[in-house]
């Protein structure tokens, strides 16, 4: 069982709620003087949950997940609506970062994704559930698309950059796959070429 099957299992279906995409996040901490201490680092794993809710009508919640050091299960911590969601940043789409933030009504949270191409799949996800579990709300779905649209578009823009890189590889791949084939099929054929010579020359 993977990490996104597990985290829905144990906090989500519990709570009659389906979990639709997470993204392992470490705190991205605002820039302090270095005369300043930093606090310890806690010893665990935080996940950014997008889930909604089994009962109608449909709920779409944004969770904050943790996974403790020195232990399998996890914990819910914090968690909002997507209607007390106000802003998403980070969404660049002449750079590529794994930075976003999320403003709440009572909560900026500063993020670091894994990658950026996982903070992209997130944002899309987030963008495209907007859409579906919001569609009866015009103004909430709105004001909703108003703050995603943008990181949306760009997020595609940058899926599609990531699945352009992964298509060209793929294509080199290709390229030299045939050009070894080829070259074993010249190979066994100087053998062969080779053999017979052989063969010829010490009767």
């Excluded at 191409?117 to 709300?137: D, N, R, S």
Aim: proline share 2%; aromatic share 8%; charged share 25%.
């Amino acid at each position: 069982m993977n990490i996104q099957s597990a985290i829905n299992k144990e906090v989500f279906i519990p709570c009659d709620e389906r979990m639709l995409v997470a993204v392992e996040v470490r705190r991205r901490k605002r820039k302090r003087l270095s005369f300043l201490p930093t606090g310890a680092k806690g010893d665990y794993t935080t996940f950014i949950c997008v889930s909604v809710t089994n009962t109608r009508p449909h709920q779409l919640l944004i969770t904050k997940v943790k996974r403790f050091g020195g232990s399998s299960s996890f914990t819910r911590r914090s968690q909002w609506t997507v209607d007390q969601l106000r802003q998403v940043n980070g969404i660049n789409p002449n750079k590529d970062s794994p930075e976003f933030n999320l403003v709440f009504d009572n909560a900026v949270d500063l993020w670091l994704a894994s990658s950026s191409a996982e903070k992209c799949i997130f944002v899309q996800i987030l963008y495209h559930a907007c859409q579906i579990y919001w569609e009866g709300k015009a103004g909430k779905f709105i004001n909703c698309q108003s703050k995603l649209t943008g990181a949306a578009g760009s997020t595609m823009g940058n899926v599609q950059r990531v699945n352009v890189v992964l298509r060209e590889r793929g294509d080199r791949l290709t390229r030299a796959e045939d050009k070894t084939v080829e070259l074993m099929h010249k190979t066994q054929q100087f053998a062969d070429t080779a053999h017979k010579l052989a063969l010829k020359f010490s009767k």
